[in-house]
């Protein structure tokens, strides 16, 4: 009986051999065609990588030689030349919107380019909105500057902390130390504030009159 179901053993085992084959034959191209996929993708996504990094690098180097410029007429002039796409361009603006002794409302409107630029991340858009009111101060109406705040303000954007303290700087500003003493002292305690925020906060409790919290074991 060994020979009989050796020899059956070797039929069935060539039949499935020729069916694989054949199986081979008629979609094998379907296995290429996802290795070279695999193989092809890889590639797109390491020159996606290199040129990416190509690219910013040539950003920076142009926005490092604009700088070099010697006034602020001349840098402003040669940053507004440099090539920028994606987010390069509210990094662009950003550094447009950082000399603003030389051309106040140029400042703003480049930071409000970036503010108002939906399809940036919240860093860059908020960090904008932070800028402007800074540098529009008293130029920008108390009420426009409050409620530019009060967006990035709010938990989970990236300069929450930043925003309130400025807007309990308006409320000194609208005379009403009291409420900016509470805000102030809010942040002295916000673990989310900087160490440099929080004792700058503290400075500002102590000139208004506050009085600190004692400080607790863990802090």
Not at 15 to 33: E, H, S
Not at 77 to 86: F, Q
Not at 174 to 181: F, L, R
């Amino acid at each position: 009986m060994s020979n009989p179901d050796s020899f059956i053993e070797e039929v069935t085992e060539e039949v499935r051999r020729d069916r694989l084959f054949g199986l081979f034959r008629k979609y094998g191209w379907i296995g290429v065609v996802v290795i070279l996929a695999l193989v092809g993708g890889t590639a797109w996504t390491e020159w996606q990588k290199s040129r990416d990094a190509a690219r910013a690098e040539a950003f920076g180097d142009a926005l490092i030689d604009a700088l070099d410029h010697g006034t602020p007429e001349e840098r402003r002039e040669a940053l507004a030349s440099v090539p920028a796409t994606g987010e390069q361009v509210a990094i662009l603006n950003l550094i447009l919107g950082s000399d603003p002794a030389e051309d106040k409302a140029a400042t703003l409107a480049a930071l409000e380019s970036v503010a108002n630029n939906a399809a940036l991340s919240p860093a860059y858009r908020d960090l904008a909105v932070l800028r402007r009111v800074l540098v529009g101060g008293a130029d920008l109406a108390l009420a426009d500057r409050r409620a530019a705040l009060d967006g990035i303000a709010v938990a989970g954007r990236p300069y929450r902390t930043l925003a309130a303290e400025q807007l309990a700087y308006l409320l000194i500003e609208e005379g009403k130390p009291d409420e900016a003493v509470v805000a102030l002292t809010a942040l002295t305690q916000d673990q989310e504030a900087s160490a440099a925020l929080r004792a700058r906060a503290g400075q500002v409790v102590t000139a208004l009159g506050g009085t600190l919290p004692e400080p607790t074991n863990g802090g």
